[in-house]
């Protein structure tokens, strides 16, 4: 627009002289024009050399997360991504769009026009739009040279800066892959660098047709999950803007789009998500309901009813919502080495808890170690702890119980039963196992978010998630009629 032209930002002159510094000292940079905002910057990096920095992210991202198995599934979430690369500033570029077997809820990009959501993000978008507006903001950050940029300031000049991801609740398997190496290419945008992606994202979908309230409508969806992400899992406030705010932010440009067509085309995504995994790659372990079955470690165990179980990479937590009480399940090696009499008490000694009383035992037909633990939880204070470690195949797992000295005699007797539940799975059993799908459902008249769970969901995931899942507070009702996503045993 010429009115911007004619009154360019007061940082431009800074930005001009910051230019001319970077030049003198790396000849071989270039001054290029940002496709987006046409003004001038330093870019170190031409268009051949984002296509194979992203060309090589792409191969690493593809054997590290894996890409989700449904041709058919994939040919459509590229379709939505090709209409918005053409209508992009850099409808040029090699734009792929690729869904990866990871069931966080997450999206991003690499330079070059390498684009990426998990499955855990399709299950919990409400339709096409919403699809489009997530692949417009991760299509913004490769237009508006978002990580280029990074890479221009970054030292190092690896790869390794050049992913990020931006819409990360920080949930567990991204942890995993940092130990797995790729934790180094995920890179956190400024917040500006996300509202103006926000912007293009609205800018993107309405420009291809989609309804452009998309983008406040999926943020609003991301702020309640932020809102119930789980203790323990580190803070997307801490990390991303809040995404509350970039609601406010998006709204009145989403609006301002008024010529659009406001395309939503609910009912075709529903039918194309169908039967979409949901949750824990079963070689990772099950988590259905307050039940844990691990296929290859060949294990299962019934934590109590009702409490919230997570499977982490090193373990897997059990909590009862709003209480500091929690049980653990995890491997614990250094506890075998001599006999498990000796090596529990050390493992726990390890931990900084210290052995009451105990006695070796059996569990699940297996030589187990089962004691009462004293010690202290930062932020927690004095707490008990009723721990079994049990021998079952050339491994020892831990079953623990965790709970303030006020609580524990009143939780006892669910950490026992929880203990007692371990068990060894037959290979019939393990090979059984499938994962959690999302399938469709149409609500009734009178039917409420907990009812719908428990029933047609039989409790694999919670009333507030499926609500969530759906693009609803879970003190809305659903209208009558209204196809849902719920989450059944595949
Ligand atoms: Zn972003």
Redesign the pocket.
């Known amino acids: 627009m010429p009115r911007t032209a004619a009154e360019p930002p007061v940082s431009a002159g800074r930005r001009a002289a910051a230019g001319v510094v970077a030049l003198a000292l790396l000849v071989s940079s270039a001054c290029a024009s940002n496709p987006v905002t046409g003004r001038r910057e330093v870019s170190f990096l031409s268009e051949a050399e984002e296509i194979a920095i992203g060309q090589r992210g792409d191969a690493e991202i593809r054997r590290e997360m894996g890409v989700y198995q449904d041709d058919e599934l994939q040919r459509y979430v590229s379709g939505v991504g090709q209409r918005l690369a053409v209508v992009s500033h850099r409808p040029s570029l090699p734009w792929t769009f690729t869904v990866v077997d990871v069931p966080a809820v997450n999206a991003f990009a690499l330079p070059g026009g390498y684009i990426y959501v998990t499955r855990g993000l399709l299950a919990h978008l409400g339709d096409e739009s919403e699809l489009a507006g997530v692949l417009g903001?991760?299509i913004g950050?490769v237009t508006a040279r978002h990580a280029s940029q990074q890479f221009t300031r970054s030292t190092g000049g690896s790869i390794g800066v050049l992913l990020?991801s931006?819409?990360v609740p920080g949930v567990a398997p991204f942890s995993d892959l940092a130990s797995a190496g790729l934790g180094t290419l995920f890179l956190k945008?400024g917040r500006d660098?996300?509202l103006e992606?926000d912007r293009l994202g609205v800018e993107y979908a309405a420009r291809a047709g989609w309804d452009p309230e998309s983008v406040p409508r999926f943020l609003t969806t991301l702020s309640r999950l932020d809102a119930m992400s789980v203790r323990g899992v580190p803070n997307w406030l801490s990390t991303h803007p809040d995404p509350g705010s970039r609601v406010v932010k998006a709204a009145p440009v989403a609006a301002s789009q008024t010529d659009s067509t406001r395309d939503r085309n609910r009912d075709e995504f529903l039918r194309r998500i169908e039967g979409l995994a949901y949750g824990d790659d079963p070689s990772e372990g099950v988590v259905q309901a307050h039940r844990f079955r691990h296929p290859d470690l060949r294990i299962a165990v019934d934590f109590p009813e009702g409490w919230d179980v997570q499977n982490a990479s090193d373990q897997v937590v059990a909590q009862l919502e709003g209480e500091r009480v929690l049980m653990l399940l995890r491997a614990a090696p250094e506890a075998g080495g001599v006999t498990l009499d000796d090596g529990a008490p050390k493992h726990m000694r390890g931990l900084g808890f210290t052995l009451d009383h105990g006695a070796l035992d059996s569990v699940g037909g297996r030589d187990a170690f089962i004691g009462l633990y004293h010690g202290k939880v930062r932020e927690v204070g004095a707490v008990r702890i009723h721990a079994a470690h049990i021998s079952a195949g050339r491994q020892v797992f831990m079953v623990a119980g965790v709970a303030p000295d006020a609580d524990f005699a009143r939780v006892e007797p669910e950490f026992e039963a929880a203990v007692r539940s371990f068990r060894e799975l037959s290979s019939a059993e393990a090979a059984r196992i499938r994962p959690n799908r999302v399938v469709l459902y149409t609500a009734k008249a009178g039917d409420t978010w907990q009812g719908i769970a428990q029933r047609a969901g039989r409790g694999l995931v919670p009333a507030t998630r499926l609500a969530l899942m759906n693009g609803y507070a879970v003190n809305t009702q659903p209208p009558a009629g209204t196809r849902l996503k719920i989450v059944a045993e595949g």
């Open positions: 903001h991760e950050h990020a931006i819409f945008y660098d996300e992606s």
